[in-house]
């Protein structure tokens, strides 16, 4: 039950800073995907570089526990462009259209239904899938920092210079 | 910190500010973020409705079982999370069509609600085969520095900018 609770006010305050950072909407997403307004990309990578800090800080405390899931070449690669496919033709994300929903926009209804339905697809093709794609490339729960065989924070500083480079880059360019 | 112009605020601050609460969300109840995996769930609800024996024997349904859990309270989270965030900032507003949608392909909401019902199939159908979405694998995965968080999230945007530029690429519907 506590479980259930801290899930339900971690989406409020999550989907809460979603709104203000306008990154719901529809306009916003196609924005970005064609390299038009990187608002999505700057709440993204803002969040991705603060969250880097703290994970990793906590988990050398022995805090918290990594969770990674397995990098399968077959599914993450195809999975990933089938998904970008159909998130450039809906416009939200899973998680998103719960948000867009919530400020009124209310197409995203459909792409909720379309999900729902995605998802019982892939579930009568989970045996198949399982069989053959998700066997091709199975590198295991692997992190960066395992594979170049280098420190976190090393990697950890690289990335936020890169994002501030990057966030640099935006500005200049009024995207 | 800058204004949006439309009272949002900046994508920094709101999205640092959500990276903060992804790292209380696993000190404190050791929960990453994501959102995909209710959809199945959801999914695997409404057909135990109609045929609970067979729901109960699909493989994908044992692995992922249609409960209720951590990540579906998330997910109904971030629903009343931008209602309460949109209505108390005079940004809330019903929209059958969005707007850069409507000036590129008219007003017809049919149209717009095909593609956004196909494209969310096909997304999730993706979603699940690369076992996340932007959630997941974007924000969770790459925080980690995951390895298919990054990989996901470099395919997500390249299959995503690929279909942006069918729909509106060369601009010959201004």
């Not at chain 2, 690369?130 to 390249?158: E, I, K, N, R, T």
């Amino acid at each position: 039950m506590t479980t259930l609770l801290y899930g339900l006010i971690t989406g409020i305050l999550f989907g809460f800073l979603l709104q203000k950072g306008r990154v719901l909407r529809y306009d916003k997403q196609l924005g970005a995907l064609r390299l038009l307004d990187m608002t999505i990309v700057k709440f993204m990578v803002s969040a991705v570089l603060v969250g880097m800090v703290g994970i990793y800080l906590l988990n050398d405390l022995g805090l918290v526990k990594l969770s990674i899931k397995s990098m399968v070449v077959g599914g993450v690669v195809l999975g990933g462009l089938t998904f970008g496919i159909g998130w450039g033709l809906l416009g939200y994300c899973p998680g998103t259209s719960l948000g867009a929903l919530g400020e009124g926009r209310w197409d995203s209804i459909w792409g909720i239904l379309g999900m729902l339905c995605g998802a019982a697809i892939y579930a009568e093709a989970y045996p198949t899938m399982k069989a053959t794609v998700l066997t091709w490339g199975d590198y295991g729960k692997v992190t960066l920092p395992q594979v170049l065989g280098v420190s976190h924070w090393l990697l950890i500083a690289i990335f936020i210079v890169g994002g501030l480079v990057l966030f640099r880059w935006f500005e200049r360019k009024g995207l | 910190m800058k204004e949006n112009g439309d009272g949002g605020w900046s994508p920094y601050l709101a999205g640092a500010l959500s990276g903060l609460v992804s790292i209380g969300s696993v000190w404190i109840a050791g929960k990453y973020f994501g959102a995909s995996t209710t959809f199945v769930r959801s999914a695997g609800m409404v057909e135990k409705v109609f045929d609970p024996q067979r729901v109960a024997q699909m493989p994908y349904f044992i692995k992922e079982a249609p409960v209720i859990d951590w990540q579906w309270m998330f997910v109904v989270g971030i629903f009343i999370g931008a209602l309460i965030a949109s209505t108390t900032s005079g940004s809330f507003r019903w929209q059958a069509v969005p707007t850069m949608w409507e000036e590129h392909f008219g007003p017809v909401r049919w149209k717009r609600w095909l593609v956004a019902f196909v494209g969310g199939a096909i997304a999730m159908f993706g979603a699940r085969l690369a076992s996340g979405c932007p959630s997941g694998h974007g924000l969770s995965g790459s925080m980690q520095l995951a390895v298919s968080g990054l990989v996901a999230l470099l395919c997500f945007f390249a299959g995503g900018m690929i279909v942006a530029r069918m729909l509106y690429g060369g601009g010959e519907k201004q």
